[in-house]
């Protein structure tokens, strides 16, 4: 190989890293700013009490907050299930009860980012929400279930008492995307539990 090929092809393998280097950074930098815009309009919504998008274009908004200190959780839930708020976060399912009111709240996410850590999660566990009128329950993990798509028993609606329903797409390791299985992970309020 002559010595004039062995520089392009160093300069060119220079310029695509280069090129990789700053994508990753710029989606990287991206993530970071979009979860400062989140947080923003959650503050936003808290003291003012109004629906406030986290960038003017959005189809989404910040409707809760879930916490799980014992797997470090603390995700900002936004408002649907499209694909532009799973993105960024947790989604509300608008059919169901909302958050921390009476009925069954359930929220979705991918299983890879958000809800990696429900693959760890275990009966007893405490799940936190927060919505934005300063309100905050906690509920206890029932159980967890792998269910076909196709099975939406799930969706029910409970009126006689606080649910949390956590549904992501499983298994948690598979390499093709969507599939046939979710994971669905149910929770009662503690004063149910309690009473």
């Known amino acids: 190989m002559k010595h004039g090929s062995v520089h392009y092809l160093s300069t060119l393998m220079f310029m695509v890293a280069i090129v990789l280097l700053t994508s990753g950074g710029y989606i990287h930098a991206k ?15 808290t003291d003012d009490k109004v629906q406030a998008k986290p960038w003017p274009w959005a189809d989404t908004w910040p409707v809760a907050r879930l916490e799980a200190p014992q797997y470090k959780v603390d995700h900002y839930v936004l408002a649907g299930t499209t694909g532009e708020s799973l993105a960024f976060g947790p989604g509300y399912v608008f059919a169901s009860a909302a958050p921390t009111e009476q009925g069954n709240t359930i929220i979705a996410a991918h299983r890879d980012t958000h809800f990696e850590f429900l693959q760890d999660v275990q009966q007893g566990d405490v799940i936190t929400i927060h919505n934005t009128k300063g309100q905050q329950r906690d509920y206890i993990v029932q159980d967890m279930t792998v269910v076909d798509k196709q099975d939406v028993a799930w969706l029910e609606n409970v009126t006689s008492s ?26 009662v309020s503690r004063e149910d539990v309690s009473a």
Do not use: M
């Open 31 to 45: 993530a970071q700013l979009a979860q400062w815009l989140i947080a923003s309009a959650w503050t936003q919504a």
């Open 162 to 187: 606080h649910q949390l329903t956590l549904v992501t797409c499983y298994p948690f390791n598979a390499i093709q995307v969507g599939g046939r299985l979710r994971y669905v992970v149910r929770a």
